[in-house]
């Protein structure tokens, strides 16, 4: 059995956690790479040699650290930029020198000794450059939105781009601009019209070459001359590459003919063969959405091609063939940013940076191994069951997707897709239950003695499955358009479903399937929903948001009525619209989320009085593990991703954004325990023994206490 430190990052102060398992397809990806290192809200990334050592920089915020990738550790290393933001990031080697060059948002570009931390040369300021700082007319007007560096004639050699419409040549270690500048001729700012995207440069078969991109079609230019590259003598410049709106490019070699690789907003990958500007084969087509980011190297001998997408996958390419030289890997739920190459000990690696979650991967880790139980979809929602003296786990997994892009679109103009699997609680041994296409509610319930799931299956209807043969087992009226949210209680005695809707909460027949009630959320769109038994009364808490106001509701409502019978509240800081949990920690029923004042801190508020308790107190830790996670060491937690309480004991358990899940024992006491988890997780439920399952990314792990 794994340790939790051994598998997902390490456990915080306190009795630490042990793994009962985790899904297959974690395990997979575990084979292929670890989530390791971890750089608090990463930004951008760069890849280089040391020593002999492969080097991972992250920029975060106004600071880039490093980390030596084939021990995990972290260099002593910080290069500050003060109050000033790094928007871009790029390095270079000399023999066994490697230099960091960033650029920032006051427009100046800096370069550093990756070795020591200190400055290569004294920076290269806005001023320098003939600009002046970005205004609030113009806040990206001289931003270095992209950066790529070589060696030049033995020098250090910086371009810096952005949306100033021309790229600027550095000596890096006298600061001094070189003559050479990428434009159309001699006329300044006529070749990037709107902007650069995209900017890469190498030394490709003894020749210094770069690529620009962005919304005009891409050029290829000789870092010589600032003009257009001659393939050879006998040709003339090579015209503008017939694609626009790249995103992002790389430089390599096949079979001894220069080659430029580039990404588009329309998901094609392409290659370019520079003798002659015409592309090198057809399309390569597999990324659903843009291609954020490109990297090559040679693996194996090939000129293997890195891609990422906002399709939160990451794709390799042999670039002479265009065959994929692998499945796709999967496991971040947002876009890829940003995707780089490094060696560990002669071992390819590719680096892949989505929304601050760094990945590292084998790149000849394979296709990854059907998954005995996992989602291809992010966990959302966990239940737990006991089927014939066995606990099981139920999983909810889905994604909103938008049916076709327009400016604007919010969450519940979107279209969910889901789906639902069970499995076995002590052993993760898949159970005969999986629903594709069900939508975003569901809950546990039972029907005379049958233990089943109740989905939302489109159109406002909702179904429910047995839990024991995974066959459908009743229907629920439709309407109201698609369920949000489900919840299962008895009302009078009759066992009843109540699912929420973007515009009204329902009540049915969990038996019949039988309409009972229906009522209008009014200016309000409905998000999620528990059900609670308040001195024999039967109730409900659902969370919604204001059609024109900021902050959500929690509403209380009487099921026998299903009216609202009162109001937690007046504005609450939910930013996870699904992170809250109704509980009896010491007899008194509450409603346990994040405070109104945006401040990271969780409350409970009874549900007798609709008062707020005072604030969960936060959890004591070291100062470095205080300041990654954001805590004071009083009641600062965080945004809370998930929330759930033992009902079997007092025990409470809150994930929050930096991927934390902490435990505490009783009101008023300290977080007991904790363990970081690589994304943060979405969902969490107890089971009936006290163990503690957690959904993260596409994932689901079950832990118990030791």
């Known amino acids: 059995m794994d340790h939790l430190e051994t598998l997902l990052g390490g456990p915080l102060p306190g009795r630490p956690l042990e793994l009962s398992w985790v899904t297959r397809r974690w395990q ?47 260099l002593p290393i910080v290069l500050d930029h003060g109050d000033h933001d790094v928007t871009a990031l790029a390095a270079v080697s000399r023999g066994e020198d490697l230099v960091a060059v960033t650029g920032c948002a006051d427009g100046s570009v800096h370069s550093w000794d990756v070795r020591t931390g200190r400055r290569l040369g004294p920076p290269i300021t806005a001023a320098q450059r003939g600009m002046t700082p970005p205004s609030p007319c113009l806040p990206r007007d001289n931003v270095v939105e992209v950066l790529a560096a070589v060696v030049l004639d033995d020098r250090f050699v910086a371009l810096a781009g952005g949306w100033w419409r021309r790229v600027e040549l550095w000596d890096l270690e006298t600061a001094q601009r070189l003559e050479t500048v990428l434009d159309d001729d001699d006329r300044v700012g006529d070749a990037f019209l709107h902007g650069i995207e995209t900017l890469t440069a190498a030394v490709v078969g003894g020749r210094p070459v770069a690529v620009t991109g962005g ?29 626009a709106d790249v995103r992002a490019a790389a430089l390599t070699v096949v079979d001894g003919r220069p080659v430029a690789v580039t990404g588009d907003a329309e998901g094609d990958v392409r290659r370019w063969d520079l003798r002659t500007g015409q592309e090198a084969g057809p399309p390569l087509r597999g990324h659903a959405g843009a291609v954020n980011s490109v990297a090559v190297a040679v693996v194996d001998g090939r000129p293997v091609a890195v891609t990422g997408g906002d399709d939160s996958t990451v794709r390799l390419w042999d ?34 940076l989505s929304e601050g979650d760094l990945r590292v991967w084998n790149v000849r880790g394979g296709p990854s191994a059907p998954a005995a139980a996992g989602s291809g979809s992010t966990v959302r929602r966990l239940a737990t069951a006991m089927v014939d003296g066995e606990p099981v786990v139920v999983v909810s997994a889905g994604d909103h997707v938008a049916s076709g892009w327009r400016p604007e679109v919010r969450i519940h103009d979107l279209r969910w897709e889901g789906e639902v699997w069970a499995c076995d609680l002590r052993t993760g041994r898949p159970r005969p239950l999986r629903l594709a296409g069900v939508g975003d509610a569901m809950t546990i319930a039972t029907v005379g003695e049958e233990p089943v799931v109740v989905a939302g299956v489109g159109g406002g ?95 209380v409502w009487d099921l026998r009525s299903l009216s609202v019978d009162g109001v937690l509240g007046d504005d609450f800081w939910v930013v996870y619209l699904d992170a809250f949990a109704v509980a009896s920690p010491t007899g008194d029923p509450v409603v346990i989320m994040n405070d109104g004042d945006g401040d990271g801190a969780i409350r409970a508020w009874d549900l007798r009085t609709g ?96």
Not at 215 to 223: A, G, H, M, N, T
Not at 476 to 484: E, H, M, P
Not at 513 to 531: N, Q, S, V
Not at 542 to 549: F, G, N, Q
Request: proline share 10%.
């Open 28 to 74: 997979d990806v575990r084979q292929r790479g670890a989530p390791n290192p971890r750089p608090r809200g990463a930004r951008r990334i760069a890849t280089g040699v040391l020593d002999g050592h492969a080097v991972l920089m992250a920029a975060s915020a106004s600071d880039v650290q490093a980390w030596d990738l084939g021990t995990r550790e972290r």
């Open 215 to 243: 919304p005009e079609p891409s050029r290829v230019w000789d870092l010589r001359t600032g003009g257009g590259f001659v393939p050879s003598p006998q040709t003339g410049p090579l015209p503008p590459l017939p694609v």
């Open 319 to 352: 670039v002479a063939t265009g065959e994929e030289t692998s499945a796709p890997f999967r496991v971040h739920c947002g876009k890829i940013e940003q995707v780089a190459i490094a060696r560990i000990a002669e071992e390819p690696v590719a680096i892949s």
């Open 461 to 555: 209807a909702a179904g429910a499955w047995s839990l024991r043969t995974g066959r459908r087992v009743a229907s629920l009226s439709a309407g109201g358009g698609d369920a949000r949210a489900a919840a299962a209680t008895v009302v009078d005695g009759r066992a009843v479903v109540l699912t929420l809707h973007a515009k009204s909460i329902r009540m049915a027949d969990l038996s019949t399937g039988e309409l009972l009630k229906e009522t209008p959320l009014g200016e309000l769109w409905g998000f999620d929903l528990a059900c609670v038994t308040v001195d024999g009364r039967p109730l409900a808490v659902t969370l919604a948001v204001p059609d024109r106001e900021d902050g959500p509701q929690t509403q």
């Open 611 to 706: 008062e707020p308790g005072p604030p969960l107190p936060g959890p004591v830790a070291d100062p470095a593990t205080a300041e990654a996670f954001g805590w004071d060491g009083e009641t600062r937690i965080g945004n809370a991703t998930a929330i759930a309480a033992d009902p079997g004991s007092d025990t409470l358990a809150v994930a929050v954004e930096s991927g934390a899940v902490l435990l505490w024992d009783g009101p008023g006491r300290r977080p007991y325990a904790g363990v970081v988890f690589p994304l943060p997780p979405r969902a969490l439920a107890w089971g009936p023994g006290g163990e503690l399952v957690v959904g993260f990314g596409r994932d689901v792990a079950v832990l118990h206490r030791s």
